[in-house]
């Protein structure tokens, strides 16, 4: 039963970790509630969908169906929050401003919010499913009663989304000056997770056979399965004993955001101060 409850918390962990970000860095923007709220609920069913149907998605994929899907859940993921960091980039000087320049200019960018709604339901199907395989797997070989593996999974959903939602309330008590750059800061973190989630499922499928050496392991120190662990990989991609191949999408998927981000901003500037100087 405690098995139960702490495969259901970790997978909730990481969702709620992953809302609570992109709700912090879309506070104050109008229909942010409702794109999340629907990003959520998307994620959600489909997780329900996905479980349901892994089996008849893995014959028809001949045996590698949950790897493919994964893939593609993270690629798109992935996709969606490099998007959200480039945007950022370009309105970085009206996201410097105040609480209300920061709506205003998130409204005109509607196109971003619906971009990491998209990211929610992504991390929300991706952890879903996986919960549900992993509880229908364990209540298929257990001895407890129902009510007590309700129980379980109920715990391990609440307190999940309870330590998402701190990291919320945290991340809301920053100055709105400032926010956007620490928001905008952890989620090039996460997309470098997903990068290095991906190259792990890769390389698990076999699709992907080099670097699959470990770049290093310091499980002996801070252990994956531990509270801090779990919030760090939840937050930033934390592996104790990550491949050299999860190290090289890690670091390549943060460098690649941050330097077309850079080049976009620096190019969009250039287009103003030109159009200044002929006007």
Request: proline share 1%; glycine share 10%; with cysteine.
């Amino acid at each position: 039963m405690f098995g139960t409850g702490l495969i259901v918390f970790r997978e909730t962990l990481e969702a709620a970790l992953f809302v609570g970000i992109i709700a912090a860095a879309t506070n104050g923007v109008f229909n942010r509630t409702r794109w999340l709220s629907f990003g959520i609920l998307a994620g959600a069913f489909g997780s329900a969908l996905l479980a349901l149907t892994m089996r008849e998605l893995s014959v028809w994929a001949d045996g590698i169906g949950q790897d493919f899907v994964s893939t593609l859940v993270l690629s798109l993921a992935l996709c969606m929050l490099a998007w959200h960091c480039i945007w950022v980039s370009t309105h970085s000087q009206a996201l410097a401003g105040d609480a209300k320049c920061l709506g205003a200019s998130m409204v005109r960018g509607q196109k971003t919010l619906g971009a990491l709604a998209v990211a929610v339901a992504l991390s929300v199907l991706r952890e879903g499913a996986e919960t549900v395989l992993f509880v229908a797997g364990l209540m298929a070989h257990s001895e407890s009663s129902p009510g007590a593996l309700a129980f379980s999974i109920t715990s391990g959903l609440a307190v999940g989304m309870l330590v998402g939602w701190l990291l919320y309330r945290g991340l809301g008590k920053i100055q709105p000056r400032r926010l956007f750059l620490v928001t905008n800061g952890l989620i090039l973190l996460l997309a470098g997770s997903l990068a290095s989630q991906l190259a792990k499922t890769l390389s698990q499928a076999g699709w992907v056979s080099t670097l699959d050496e470990r770049a290093w392991d310091i499980s002996s120190l801070m252990p994956d399965d531990t509270l801090l662990g779990m919030a760090l990989h939840g937050v930033m991609g934390y592996e104790a004993s990550p491949s050299q191949l999860q190290l090289l999408f890690y670091l390549s998927a943060i460098l690649l955001i941050s330097v077309s981000a850079k080049l976009v901003s620096f190019n969009i500037s250039q287009c103003r101060h030109l159009r200044s100087t002929v006007a």
